[in-house]
């Protein structure tokens, strides 16, 4: 006999615990099943983000910047230290305990919310007069029904061909995140935003970190001034990157990795490194979902083919997240899992992909929303743009971190908010201003109008709008 419910969530990731609590609260039936396993055989709900995504890359990222500060800045604020080391062991449970707490909040929100959770793959049997049935391969097998089964499984690393991740030599973000000592050279095969956190990582350890990047442009996703800020900064601090290069064959053994390329120059060339993480890419995983049993449509990639709503091609069939089209964001995942939940309510749920924030979590920080320059100037659009550094900044300077800029760009006519770019301290804590003011149509002459604390880093944020119209006041 199967258990009857009326929102069937398959996957605990960010959008899929946040739509089956969303669901829970507007007052429906609500199951989730997640197979993530922590190292007892225990449920780890969070899917990637949590478990070797987001959370513990943060963790690491914290700990090596306290570390490097120690090292390379106490002294500059009088902070005299001897015989500093770094126990990797203790750093790596550290990061564990808090992925821990994570996974746990998560179960205690699903109970707090009546949310009946299932330990397991789930998978389409076949559709029913009731719904859809879901099979949950667990310790113990089941059988659900659900009125309305919401698909958020999220994604895999992207392998290089010929080069399958062993999460010992050649790593994806899962090796990269539990490495157990400091490598004494990194390989960085793309310069993605899990590469170079990573690679960040293991540079402030000790690590001596190579990037190589197909692309001839880095960071081409990014807005051209504020990536070049950031490649500067990136070298400065020791990481050699290598734009436009091919590279050919991987090879793996006791002696590290070997990695034969081509330069932007035509140069034959290889590097041999302790460790390897390629970072190019992740794909869609529908593996093991049965998608092919009820006639779940998947486009060429393998994502699940859904319309502006997140309904795919069956009726009470929805998807979420990054195993559908749009920016692979867990922040982006929950808002779509939250508006599904209202959609099945007979609310109207809303996403704006036009300011969802894209942030990299290096040091320094890069955030943005909105529209590039680049974007700009290709779609034929008059616009105005101005900068304003954080050398000029009052707070940057007694923090000590007087590294890069924000930029801000509107339109040339309304004076309408077009994209924030930003390079420097806290940039993902900035960013979230210029989300609120592009999420209700402000001009830059409202955020350059709007009173901000002092000293405080957003007033950077106050300058550039000002910048837009050549008056800034400190700089």
């Not at 949950?136 to 029904?145: H, I, K, N, R, W």
């Not at 692309?215 to 020791?238: C, M, N, R, S, W």
């Not at 900068?387 to 800029?405: C, E, I, K, S």
């Not at 301290?425 to 002092?454: G, N």
């Amino acid at each position: 006999m199967s258990k009857q419910f009326d929102v069937i969530v398959i996957g605990g990731g960010p959008g899929g615990y946040i739509a089956a609590i969303r669901a829970a609260q507007l007052g429906f039936n609500t199951a989730c099943i997640d197979e993530w396993k922590n190292g007892k055989g225990g449920p780890a709900l969070g899917g990637t983000c949590t478990n070797i995504g987001c959370i513990p890359s943060k963790a690491l990222l914290q700990s090596s910047e306290h570390y490097e500060h120690a090292g390379h800045h106490f002294a500059d604020h009088g902070i005299q230290l001897s015989n500093l080391g770094i126990d990797v062991a203790k750093m790596l449970g550290r990061k564990d305990t808090v992925v821990k707490q994570n996974n746990d909040g998560i179960l205690y929100l699903f109970k707090k919310n009546k949310v009946t959770f299932f330990h397991g793959r789930g998978s389409f049997v076949k559709a029913t007069d009731e719904g859809y049935e879901i099979k949950v391969a667990g310790a113990s097998d089941e059988t659900l029904t659900g009125r309305h089964v919401v698909v958020a499984t999220g994604s895999n690393p992207r392998a290089l061909p010929g080069a399958a991740f062993d999460e010992e030599n050649i790593l994806s973000n899962d090796g990269a995140l539990r490495t157990p000592a400091v490598p004494k050279t990194l390989g960085l095969i793309g310069s993605g935003v899990i590469g170079l956190e990573m690679g960040s990582v293991w540079r402030r350890l000790g690590a001596e970190v190579t990037v190589l990047e197909a692309l001839p442009t880095f960071l081409g996703a990014v807005d051209e001034q504020i990536a070049k800020e950031a490649h500067k900064a990136f070298t400065k601090q020791g990481l050699k990157i290598e734009l436009g290069v091919k590279v050919g064959d991987v090879k793996s053994g006791n002696g590290g990795v070997s990695v034969a390329y081509t330069s932007a120059k035509g140069e034959a060339k290889t590097l041999q490194v302790d460790k390897l993480i390629v970072s190019i890419g992740r794909v869609p995983n529908t593996i093991g979902l049965d998608a092919e049993a009820v006639g779940l449509k998947l486009d060429e990639r393998g994502a699940i083919v859904v319309d502006d709503d997140c309904k795919t091609n069956l009726p009470n069939v929805w998807a979420v997240g990054d195993v559908v089209r749009g920016p692979m964001l867990a922040h982006k995942a929950e808002e779509e899992g939250v508006a599904v939940a209202e959609r099945i309510a007979g609310q109207h749920g809303h996403v704006d992909f036009n300011t969802v924030p894209w942030v990299i979590y290096t040091s320094p920080e890069i955030a943005w929303v909105g529209q590039t320059e680049q974007q700009l100037k290709a779609a034929g659009r008059a616009y105005k743009a101005g900068t304003f550094p954080f050398m000029a900044n009052g707070r940057a300077r007694a923090l000590g971190d007087t590294t890069g800029m924000v930029k801000c760009i509107a339109d040339a006519k309304t004076d309408e908010i077009l994209g924030v770019h930003i390079v420097g301290p806290f940039a993902s804590e900035l960013i979230s201003e210029a989300v609120v003011a592009m999420s209700f149509k402000a001009s830059a002459e409202d955020i350059a109008r709007i009173c901000h604390a002092h000293p405080s880093l957003s007033e950077a944020t106050k300058e550039a709008a000002l910048a837009v119209d050549k008056r800034t006041l400190n700089f």
